[in-house]
């Protein structure tokens, strides 16, 4: 798969409050999260009951949580901490000299 730039630093990116935003890259939406300097991307909607995944939060210990029924998802691979079914759809994410890219 492709990797797709899609800022020149993390600053230039328009996080909400809770360090994550809606992102489109080559038309499809994605969620991109903002945790320790580092970028991460996740798919848009939760797998549990579809809910925008950008309205939850980053927890104290780094899972991204749902704002529906608080699931809680790996940041690095999607696995959901609450019940082994669900997984989150993870990109790739890479910074290089001229920026972040991710994986599409
Ligand atoms: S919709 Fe996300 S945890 Fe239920």
Known sequence: MP???IAE?????DFQENDLCS????DKEIVLAKKDNQLFACAAICPHA?????DGYISSKGF?????HDYQFSLLHGRCMNVEDYK???YKTEKRDDGWYVEI
Do not use: D, G
């Open 88 to 90: 989150l759809k993870i």
């Open 23 to 26: 992102f489109i890259v080559n």
């Open 9 to 13: 630093t993390l600053y230039s990116i």
């Open 50 to 54: 579809s809910f925008p995944m950008k």
């Open 3 to 5: 990797f797709y730039k």
């Open 64 to 68: 991204i949580v749902c704002p529906k």
